[in-house]
C-alpha cells in the first residue's frame, strides 16, 4: 500500500479512512443528501464506493481523506480524487455532514488536497463534475476559482464540469 498522507489546515486534519467512518458516509450515501451524488445508495452500492474511495489509494496514488475537526476530533466529511475508468480526468470532490455545513470547511479541506494534488502528485489538471441543480457545491468550485468547461469529456452527460486552476497561475 502506499503511503496515504495526513493534511492539516488551520482547522482540519484530513485524514486516512478507518472502519470508524464507514455508519455515517453509509448513512449520508443512503439519504436524500447523496442525490447529487448520483443517491441514495442502497447499502450495497454505498459499500462499494466507500472501499474505492480506499482501493484508489492502491490502483491510483490517490483516493478519499476524511475531514477531522482538529479540535473536537469529530469526523465532519470528506475529499477525494478520483480517477479510472469511470472518471475521464481526475475529479476533486467532497462533502460535509449536516452539522458542519456553512463553515467554510469544505473550501479549506478542497483547496488543501487540490494543493496536495498539484504539488506533491504532480496532477497537471482537476476538474469537479457535479449536478447543475447541485448550488452549494457550484458556488464553491467558483470561490476556488475553478471555471466552466463546457467542452470537457463527462462521465454523467448532465453533468457540469468546473475546471480547477493551478495555485501559482
Same mark, same amino acid.
Given at each position: 500500500?502506499?503511503?496515504?498522507?495526513?493534511?492539516?489546515?488551520?482547522?482540519?486534519?484530513?485524514?486516512?479512512?478507518?472502519?470508524?467512518?464507514?455508519?455515517?458516509?453509509?448513512?449520508?450515501?443512503?439519504?436524500?443528501?447523496?442525490?447529487?451524488?448520483?443517491?441514495?445508495?442502497?447499502?450495497?452500492?454505498?459499500?462499494?464506493?466507500?472501499?474505492?474511495?480506499?482501493?484508489?489509494?492502491?490502483?491510483?496514488?490517490?483516493? $478519499?481523506?476524511?475531514?477531522?475537526?482538529?479540535?473536537?476530533?469529530?469526523?465532519?466529511?470528506?475529499?477525494?480524487?478520483?480517477?479510472?475508468?469511470?472518471?475521464?480526468?481526475?475529479?476533486?470532490?467532497?462533502?460535509?455532514?449536516?452539522?458542519?455545513?456553512?463553515?467554510?470547511?469544505?473550501?479549506?479541506? $478542497?483547496?488543501?488536497?487540490?494543493?496536495?494534488?498539484?504539488?506533491?502528485?504532480?496532477?497537471?489538471?482537476?476538474?469537479?463534475?457535479?449536478?447543475?441543480?447541485?448550488?452549494?457545491?457550484?458556488?464553491?468550485?467558483?470561490?476556488?476559482? $475553478?471555471?466552466?468547461?463546457?467542452? $470537457?469529456?463527462?462521465?454523467?452527460?448532465?453533468?457540469?464540469?468546473?475546471?480547477?486552476?493551478?495555485?501559482?497561475?
Amino acid at each position: 500500500m502506499p503511503d496515504i498522507p495526513s493534511i492539516k489546515t488551520e482547522r482540519l486534519l484530513l485524514r486516512p479512512m478507518n472502519m470508524a467512518d464507514w455508519p455515517r458516509y453509509a448513512a449520508l450515501m443512503q439519504s436524500t443528501r447523496s442525490v447529487y451524488m448520483g443517491g441514495p445508495h442502497s447499502p450495497k452500492d454505498a459499500w462499494g464506493l466507500f472501499c474505492s474511495d480506499v482501493a484508489q489509494w492502491a490502483l491510483m496514488g490517490h483516493g $478519499a481523506l476524511m475531514l477531522e475537526n482538529q479540535r473536537s476530533g469529530q469526523c465532519i466529511g470528506q475529499v477525494g480524487i478520483n480517477h479510472g475508468p469511470l472518471f475521464p480526468e481526475h475529479e476533486l470532490g467532497w462533502f460535509v455532514y449536516p452539522e458542519a455545513e456553512g463553515r467554510g470547511y469544505a473550501f479549506e479541506a $478542497a483547496c488543501a488536497f487540490r494543493a496536495w494534488a498539484y504539488e506533491t502528485l504532480g496532477i497537471e489538471s482537476l476538474v469537479s463534475y457535479m449536478d447543475a441543480e447541485n448550488h452549494r457545491s457550484r458556488r464553491l468550485a467558483e470561490r476556488m476559482g $475553478a471555471v466552466l468547461d463546457s467542452t $470537457a469529456p463527462r462521465p454523467d452527460p448532465d453533468d457540469l464540469v468546473f475546471r480547477h486552476p493551478h495555485a501559482e497561475r
